[in-house]
């Protein structure tokens, strides 16, 4: 499998992917937003751009299908309940769906709601397992819930779904995020100190040149999977004086989910 991560440059920081068989050179196109970009890269890459995969619909994600569709013929792949706000929508996808490219390239949809009740999150079937999460996680952080979802059920799909997959697995979100959700969650949690090294390396990397970071390393700098962290809940303690120990997994993450709204 081969993954190329298309930096925008656009002011909602958006990553476009293309994923593509190395035998066959056909590739997925996920949340082409700048279309021209994406289609550069495939052809300087010699990939045949036969299907796009939409995490959500949101218009960050969706916006480039028009044009990609009628430079290369691919078919709109997104989740089963997004068809009526995904125009010309091809084929819906319900969890456990396997999304194939090319003769070697496999990957599973994952129903991930929160950040809207249609988003599907992409595992591939490799060694080495990579997750396309769209706007269900971010580097440090996880997406809103503005416009369309709902915090408990980002909760769930955190707890239930994301969090159970295996600690080497690749993180490629949607967005370049790393800088500000890197300073939540030391607002969140001052001695971490392996988010305060990153953050520093941030401030002078391309994201071009994006870190690709692993499931591993988000349970150490992600606050959305610090949900027992003791100088989480000391910190969330001081900004919502009204709660009371102990405090369970789920008050946690809301509780956070509501600050980083406002932070």
């Not at 994952?110 to 009740?117: A, E, K, Q, Y």
Request: charged letters at 20%; a negative charge; proline letters at 6%.
């Amino acid at each position: 499998m081969i993954v190329e991560q298309i930096w925008t440059a656009n002011a909602y920081r958006n990553f476009n992917y293309l994923i593509a068989c190395p035998e066959t050179g056909e590739a997925v196109a996920v949340d082409p937003l700048d279309h021209r970009k994406c289609l550069a890269a495939a052809k300087a890459q010699g990939f045949e751009i036969t299907q796009i995969l939409n995490t959500h619909e949101h218009g960050d994600h969706i916006g480039g299908n028009g044009p990609m569709v009628e430079a290369t013929g691919a078919k709109i792949l997104a989740h089963a309940n997004a068809g009526p706000r995904i125009p010309n929508m091809d084929e819906g996808l319900e969890a456990g769906d396997v999304v194939r490219v090319g003769r070697t390239v496999e990957l599973e949809a994952l129903d991930t709601p929160g950040h809207t009740m249609s988003h599907v999150c992409l595992l591939s079937h490799t060694d080495t397992p990579a997750l396309f999460c769209g706007d269900t996680l971010f580097n440090a952080g996880a997406g809103n819930c503005h416009n369309g979802g709902h915090p408990h059920e980002l909760y769930q799909t955190f707890v239930r779904q994301l969090a159970k997959l295996p600690d080497a697995t690749r993180i490629y979100p949607g967005h370049d995020y790393w800088e500000n959700n890197l300073g939540f969650t030391l607002d969140r949690e001052p001695d971490n100190t392996t988010a305060a090294e990153l953050l520093e390396e941030m401030s002078e990397r391309d994201p071009n040149d994006a870190l690709i970071s692993t499931l591993a390393l988000e349970k150490e700098i992600n606050t959305f999977f610090r949900l027992t962290n003791p100088s989480v809940i000391a910190k969330l303690l001081e900004a919502f004086p009204d709660l009371c120990e102990p405090l369970d997994s789920k008050t946690v993450f809301i509780k956070l989910r509501e600050l980083r709204n406002r932070w």
